[in-house]
């Protein structure tokens, strides 16, 4: 399937705010039936944006098990991880995946995603567990922070009515995995006591992880499916793909929420946040490009 590489020029960019918030919810309630397939059919970014999330999140199971097996002797964290939240995760994927099937039905998705998965599973790495359950809490929350801003900026972006209301859906379930990794932390902080300097650098190195080459592998297998007959050029189209990613990042995702849910576990007093602002305000528009 060839789509034409195009993608909508910027728009005014709602608050984080105007997402509407949702309780829980499942595939059921998904309009499936009512996509408005002409308003996606061109935009090529979009469609590699939604196949490339549905990957990633279908398979983030392989690896959920390492953070629920971290914590199995706290029946609250281990319950709320394996009960609520892989199950959120993976619900992602699934909701996802059935989203694309509808929207690009000449997309092969299930044989696209073995072939990425055969790859991810045995090449793609996911960073080792922190030594300290605070920091890896801490580290947790760097990823949920990552995850929100995508998908908040995915609603700002997308006009395809059930394609909005699906990103603002799972916007809401990552900043609800958020709120309770950063109550767990700070239990867990409570007991640990780890420095300041020793949790920015955790949240440093977890931000940095999550610009890894884990996208390069996804959007690889990606380009494959859908430039048949093709034997190079996946490596430019990634670098092309980074680039609008983020044209697109720096006029739909959210400028202060983010900073905020970067910052908050290192619980900093009033005289150290705004110096430390202007540094995770860098570090976050690195992180967007
Ligand atoms: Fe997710
Ligand atoms: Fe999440």
Redesign the pocket.
């Known amino acids: 399937m060839m789509i034409p590489e195009t993608t909508r020029p910027p728009a005014r960019v709602p608050a984080p705010a105007e997402v509407p918030s949702r309780g829980v919810w499942s595939l059921a309630d998904i309009d499936y039936a009512a996509i408005d397939r002409p308003l996606v059919a061109g935009d090529t970014t979009l469609f590699q944006i939604v196949a490339l999330a549905s990957f990633i ?1 279908t398979g ?1 199971d392989l690896y959920a098990q390492n953070l629920v097996a971290y914590f199995d002797d706290d029946a609250e964290v281990a319950q709320w991880l394996a009960q609520s939240w892989e199950h ?2 993976v619900q ?2 699934a909701a996802l995946r059935a989203y694309v099937e509808r929207a690009w039905p000449d997309f092969e998705w299930r044989r696209a995603f073995d072939a990425f998965f055969d790859e991810y599973s045995q090449t793609c790495t996911v960073p080792d567990l922190e030594p300290a359950r605070a920091l890896e809490l801490a580290a947790r929350c760097v990823v949920e922070m990552g ?1 929100a801003t995508l ?1 908040s900026a995915l609603h700002a972006y997308a006009r395809e009515p059930v394609l909005k209301d699906l990103a603002g859906r ?1 916007y809401a ?2 900043v609800r ?1 958020y709120k309770h990794f950063y109550r767990y932390f700070r239990r867990y902080q409570a007991r640990e006591r780890h420095g300041r300097w020793r949790v920015g650098r955790t949240l440093g190195k977890r931000l940095f992880a999550t610009r890894n080459d884990d996208g390069l592998c996804a959007y690889r297998n990606l380009w494959r499916a859908t430039h048949p007959g093709e034997h190079s050029g996946a490596d430019d189209a990634y670098r092309a793909f980074v680039n609008r990613m983020g044209t697109l990042a720096h006029s739909y995702a959210p400028r202060e929420l983010p900073i905020d849910m970067l910052l908050r576990p290192l619980q900093l007093p009033p005289v150290l946040s705004r110096g430390a602002r202007s540094v995770a305000g860098a570090m976050y528009h690195w992180w967007l490009r």
């Open positions: 999140e983030s959120e995760e992602h994927g995850t998908y799972i379930d990552e995995h």
